[in-house]
């Protein structure tokens, strides 16, 4: 039998394998690390580069199977997995995680309520009606605004910890990226911007977005907070910075780039 990656996840965290060397690693062999029960769902994810296959499933409890002892596998939010795996492995977290939502929360049709099955690895099928569903993307944009040396940072109150990040938010229907983030900009801060640079996207598997980052330079206005969404916002220079996000976030490596001086 050919070895898979197993992700493995508990609630909110990822079952890692602790190496000899005190790095980690997702569990890679013939069968699960885990007891898997008969209702289990275990879902063939698109396989890593090289072709080892992956499968992913959830569990209530980290109880390992025959072969582990019962300190073995190690639960670790998936966020912070970033600093444990290879960007590979995190990258493909993210993926199984995304999916692993989308099935919990499609288990019956939502036009006639029958159960739905699936018919792909990533599509079902209603088992009635016939309806087909396949996960869906939440897109939002991030903008790094510039004004001469400065830049724009704010602190949602939505954030966990006292740092601050970038203007962001949803897109909505019919309008497009660009107008996603000048329409973002004027709500959250009051400030109008110009000339829009794309700088990259990332997947944001909390719980399953995708996040499309931009540069753009200040046009006018005085700094008006949308209180119900932000709580402090402000122009920062290089030498005078307050807490910043994680590097795992698209938010960092925008401000990172601009630190390094690349943007001008």
Known sequence: MKKKYYFVFCKDDLLLQPLPDGSFTIPLQEAPPTEVKPWTHLMNITPMPDGTPVVAYRIDSPVPSVGYAATSLQPVPLRQS???????????????????????????????????????????????????????????????????????????????????????????????????????????????????????????????????????DYVSGEIHLQRSEIARGGWFSRDHLPNIPEKLSIARMLIDDWLKGSEK
């Open 82 to 216: 970033y600093y444990h795996l290879t960007r590979p492995l995190y990258m493909k977290a993210g993926k199984c995680q995304e999916l692993l939502y989308w099935d919990q929360n499609t288990r019956f049709c939502g036009v006639c309520g029958a159960p739905m099955r699936m018919d792909t690895d990533i599509s079902k099928k209603c088992t009635e009606c016939g309806k087909e569903v396949w996960p869906q993307l939440a897109t939002a944009v991030i903008v790094l605004i510039h004004r001469g040396d400065e830049v724009l940072l704010v602190r949602a109150k939505n954030f966990k910890h006292d740092f601050y990040g970038l203007v962001a938010g949803f897109v909505e229907t019919g309008e497009t990226l660009e107008e996603a983030v000048c329409r973002e900009t004027m709500e959250e801060t009051g400030v109008s911007i110009t000339n829009l640079r794309y700088f990259g996207s990332q997947p944001w598997p909390y719980p399953c977005g995708l996040m499309v980052g931009f540069n753009a």
